[in-house]
């Protein structure tokens, strides 16, 4: 376990020491949110609020959604695909395999670690400077505790996920093409972009059958009490039955990957 | 030799180059056909719920976006790879071999690196502006074929630019890439959508300052008549050939003054 700790603690030193790309990355972040905050005024045209599959949603709503999302994508970009494919490609990943740890515990820590420095330097500017923008909101208690159990929970399925396509680096020499149409999928049906239940028929049926609404969507939705108590607490239940599933991919990839194997050289 | 019979051997010599990756080339059309269809996709699910963005229809949304990312295109074309390269050049001492060179190292960069993962950018952003032109019911007429192809060129010189001055801040900074993306990621999305969504201070800095306004709001308010969309002179509607020229052009300084500095550290 201190082991483990400790690839933690390297991983946020590392990602603090990169600055620049930092700052990049925040300001990137805060443009996009007064993008979203602008065109949800725009699209509303004075009115307060507007009729969904899902409820009424004010233009408050809207704004609390850009801005919580925004903060939910600092835990989302990794470069666990590159970073998985690029050791399996260079063979650096035979090497990483006779170390006594376990590899997927070992990229979790990495992710955990960017994560926890990402807090203060990414995500506390992003709330401030949107709160401070925009205004703030809070639930009560109850759904603040489900939020942070769903936001976990999607941050599991969007590592499992991006670990999956890493591992696919064991048959396909080049994986960016995935991670890039696997973003676009993100984009749209995680609900990162526009919240699903804006959604056409069509999509919404769609986006039933993906995990990605689990990574965004659903913890925003629980976030501003657009589901009830009961609702959300089925969300939580899907998102485990995902993360079993994605789980067992991962596993049965690695066994066969691993298995098929061949370093040359080196 | 005459530099445009070497512009053109470069040229065909990547071509060469991409049909000996038929794979990777077809990959890369579908990646961006794949994003960029997300993007119109994007704009429909908008406006499925909601009429109007501040008086811009779907089709005139989408004339707008497709006017970005046609001359986006055109511009990654030329410049998408030399400019992200340039930063990794010159930190490995590489850009040296480009300045021995008997050719303008700008011309040099541009001739070997053309990126054509933009080809599908520019077809299917063409096709849709088409579309766009004939649903929003714009005439063909002489005066806006000469204004479209000006505007086009125009806000071409304009996205060149852009990525330009984001390249050549690699001979000051180690790894420019996160200014490029600023640029071309970042702050181009603003004109995604009308600026006429954004508050003063916002439109003000996108014509003024980073006048990515000019490649598609202002030529989108000459045809579709947006000329009180609250413009701040309406004369900027035809300045973007103008802007275009100027901002190229500066840029160009920018890159020169950068060559020199180079030099000038010898490494």
């Known amino acids: 376990m201190r082991l483990y700790l400790e690839f933690v603690k390297n991983a946020i030193l590392a990602n603090s020491t990169y600055r620049v790309n930092l700052f990049i990355r925040l300001l990137n972040r805060i443009i996009e949110l007064f993008i979203f905050a602008s065109i949800w005024k725009a699209l509303y045209s004075g009115a307060a609020e507007t009729t969904s599959n899902m ?8 704004i609390m959604y850009s801005i919580i999302s925004s903060g939910i994508s600092v835990f989302i970009s990794n470069n666990l695909i590159s970073d998985i494919s690029d050791k399996i490609r260079t063979g650096q990943i035979a090497l990483d395999m006779i170390k006594p740890i376990n590899f997927k515990a070992w990229q979790l820590c990495n992710v955990i670690g960017t994560n926890i420095s990402g807090i203060l330097l990414e995500l506390v500017p992003v709330l401030v400077i949107g709160g401070l923008a925009f205004g703030f909101r809070v639930p009560e208690w109850k759904y603040l505790i489900l939020f942070f159990i769903s936001l976990a929970g999607g941050i599991a399925i969007n590592f499992l996920i991006t670990y999956i396509l890493g591992i696919l680096g064991f048959w396909f020499l080049e994986v960016s093409h995935f991670e890039r149409l696997l973003q676009d ?64 991919i991962g596993e049965v990839l690695w066994r066969k990957g691993t298995a098929k194997l061949v370093i040359q050289g080196g | 030799m005459d530099p445009l019979v070497l512009f053109l051997r470069h040229a065909s010599m990547s071509f060469k180059t991409w049909m000996e990756y038929k794979y990777a080339f077809f990959t890369n059309q579908f990646v961006q056909f794949f994003t960029y269809g997300t993007n119109y996709l994007g704009i429909w699910i908008l406006f499925d719920k909601f009429d109007s963005m501040k008086g811009w229809s779907f089709y005139e949304v989408v004339f707008l976006y497709s006017l970005n990312l046609l001359t986006y295109g055109l511009s990654g074309f030329f410049f998408w790879s030399p400019m992200k390269q340039l930063g990794y050049m010159v930190q490995h001492g590489d850009f040296d071999s480009i300045l021995i060179r008997p050719m303008n190292p700008f011309f040099h960069m541009i001739a070997r690196n053309f990126n054509t993962s933009f080809f599908v950018n ?20 002489p005066a806006n074929i000469f204004w479209l192809v000006i505007f086009i060129f125009g806000a071409f010189l304009v996205q060149c630019s852009m990525f330009i001055f984001g390249g050549s801040l690699s001979f000051w900074v180690v790894n ?13 999305h603003f004109v995604d959508y009308p600026i006429s969504v954004y508050d003063t201070v916002i439109r003000a800095l996108l014509t003024f300052v980073v006048p990515y306004a000019f490649v598609n709001f202002y030529p989108a308010a000459y045809f579709l008549n947006k000329s009180d969309d609250m413009l701040f002179f309406p004369a900027l509607q035809y300045a973007t050939p103008l802007v275009g020229v100027i901002l190229f052009l500066l840029a160009y300084k920018v890159w020169s003054i950068g060559i020199r500095r180079y030099e000038s550290t010898g490494s």
């Open chain 2, 122 to 141: 520019i077809v299917m952003a063409g096709i849709v502006f088409g579309i766009c032109f004939n649903r929003l019911g714009i005439a063909w007429s």
């Open chain 1, 55 to 62: 409820g009424v949603i004010s233009l408050n709503d809207m």
């Open chain 2, 176 to 188: 420019s890439s996160p200014f490029i993306n600023t640029f071309i990621y970042g702050i181009r």
């Open chain 1, 185 to 248: 999928l993100v984009k749209v049906f995680s609900g990162a972009w526009f919240p699903i239940w804006f959604f056409p028929k069509v999509l919404i049926g769609v986006s039933g059958y993906l995990p990605f609404k689990y990574i965004y969507f659903a913890p925003v939705s629980i976030y501003l009490s657009k589901v009830s108590i009961p609702g959300a607490l089925s969300i939580l239940v899907q998102q485990l039955i995902w993360i079993a599933v994605l789980f067992l």
